[in-house]
């Protein structure tokens, strides 16, 4: 996996070297990811393009090549946009040229960080090439900066120059894939962009002042959208086709920084996981799939390209309900380790609160309102990945005994492959400890479309899944750092599950 971080201040002085620190502070934290290259872009000031630091190795080293760089360290900004990347390589090897963040060529225009992988890259970089880019890594992801430079050299062409979020949504809407971006670029100093799609990514926010939760409708661009697709792009590469890109979309949001409308202190984060926001604030937005979030001027506009109508109010920033002291290794030597240590306690936290042992009665809010839906159920499908898949393996005998009902357990990577008949008449069950398991959430997404009751059990609130599932119970573990899973918190869950789906009261 990879890791996204993101620090912008706005009218908050901060020392370069405080911004760096931030950086690798947040990096860090996503180590825990595994990575075998990591790498930042710093600046953005007003005249200035970013400047890109990779390092192939681990986070002490790209510390330790910050350190060295011979930028003025102590130099305050009030105004900042710093991105941060851990790779785990996929395409091309470890090394700088294939470290994030990529760029759009030696003027550094466009830099972007991604997670994720973008799945027409290779008809894209066949095309761009064609039109004069010269790329430098083996990477997918620097398509996404090469085509961001190709369409903003095509506004400018024709005689507009284009908004950040029109462009990155032009973007967006040509490349394919699963993923999650920031980007940032020396022709919009200053700004931002965030994208999610299909891989998560979370919005933290810190102010001197109350932040507004109250939306309000942006204009947007009056343009007539454009159906685009690698030919439409090829067509506009040889001159036969005006526009190849679609505008951003009407459903746009904005919040301004703080309730009065005055300019206070603030500071954005972004992450791929809330373990890296924590440290700096409790207030936090889980963006959902296709957001757009533009940052500007202290301000944030959010977008959406598949919705319809005004975003709704529940879209608004949340309390983040998890201690610093859960995500530290404390004495232990290792994350690993120390949750193993954890286990007792976990599963303790798993049961409190639910099962009454004096009376041998288990209760589970979660589900407690369509009980008679899941025993009226033709089948329990249970659908997982990796050591959620694991679990409900090892629980399919008891859940059956006790629920006497037709117990499957799918992997949910197979399952989309053969995309099994699903009706409604079924209850799906998708585990996830982090609720945000791609395979999973695709699964989650047929089943619905199918119209089963769908049902989550993660250890991550606020994830896609407790998002997404029509109910479900969560683990309640506490954070799980270490990548291999040592809290068995989710068979024990299974069981209790089981266990109140016999329950009759």
């Not at 003025?72 to 785990?88: E, P």
């Not at 398509?143 to 190709?150: N, S």
């Not at 679609?246 to 409308?261: N, Q, Y």
Request: hydrophobic share 35%.
């Amino acid at each position: 996996m990879c890791g996204i971080f993101a620090y912008l201040n706005y009218e908050t002085p901060a020392t370069r070297q405080k911004i760096i620190d931030t950086l690798i502070g947040g990096l860090r934290r996503l180590e825990y990811r595994g990575y075998d290259s990591a790498g930042i872009a710093i600046g953005n000031e007003a005249g200035n393009a970013p400047e890109i630091f990779r390092m192939k190795g681990n986070v002490d080293q790209l510390q330790e090549l910050m350190n060295n760089t011979g930028l003025d360290h102590s130099k305050v900004l009030n105004n900042h946009v710093g991105i941060a990347h851990t790779r785990w390589a996929t395409h091309g090897e470890p090394c700088i040229r294939n470290s994030h963040p990529q760029t759009s060529g030696d003027k550094n225009g466009f830099v972007v960080v991604h997670n994720g992988i973008i799945t027409n890259y290779a008809d894209l970089k066949v095309t761009l090439t064609r039109a004069g880019f010269v790329f430098e890594s083996e990477t997918d992801t620097e398509v996404i900066v090469k085509l961001a430079q190709f369409l903003y050299d095509n506004h400018l062409a024709s005689g507009s120059r284009p908004s950040f979020p029109l462009l990155v949504a032009e973007v967006c809407k040509v490349i394919q894939g699963a993923y999650a971006i920031v980007m940032m670029s020396a022709h919009y100093p200053g700004e931002a962009i965030c994208v999610k799609v299909s891989s998560p990514l979370i919005l933290g926010v810190k102010s001197s002042a109350a932040v507004a939760e109250k939306t309000k409708k942006v204009s947007a661009e009056p343009k007539q959208p454009v159906t685009v697709s690698a030919t439409n792009l090829r067509k506009a590469l040889a001159h036969e086709e005006d526009e190849a890109a679609l505008p951003v979309p009407p459903t746009v949001t904005e919040r301004p920084h703080s309730r009065d409308g005055s300019r206070h202190t603030i500071e954005f984060f972004l992450a791929s996981d809330v373990s890296a926001i924590i440290e700096h604030t409790r207030q936090v937005m889980y963006l959902e799939d296709n957001d757009m979030i533009h940052f500007a001027n202290g301000t944030y506009q959010l977008y959406n390209h598949k919705a319809t109508d005004e975003l709704p109010d529940n879209r608004s920033l949340q309390n983040l309900e998890m201690e610093l002291d859960k995500i530290s290794k404390g004495n232990f030597s290792h994350y690993m380790l120390k949750e193993i240590y954890e286990q007792e306690e976990t599963v303790m936290s798993t049961m409190r609160g639910r099962v009454d042992f004096e009376k041998c009665e288990v209760k589970l809010g979660g589900v407690s309102a369509h009980l008679e839906h899941i025993r009226k159920s033709r089948k329990l499908t249970f659908i997982a990945c990796g050591t959620s898949y694991h679990s409900a393996v090892a629980s399919r005998a008891i859940v059956e005994e006790l629920s006497k009902m037709q117990v499957t357990v799918e992997l949910a990577s197979d399952f989309l492959d053969r995309k099994p008949p699903v009706y409604r008449d079924d209850c799906c069950v998708f585990i996830s400890q982090s609720g945000e398991t791609a395979d999973t959430l695709r699964a989650l997404e047929y089943c619905k479309t199918h119209g089963a009751l769908c049902i989550g059990i993660t250890n991550t609130v606020g994830s896609a899944i407790a998002r997404s599932t029509d109910c479900g119970v969560y683990l309640n573990c506490g954070p799980e750092i270490g990548v291999a899973s040592t809290k068995v918190s989710q068979t024990c869950r299974l069981h209790t599950w089981a266990r109140k789906s016999h329950t009759r009261t």
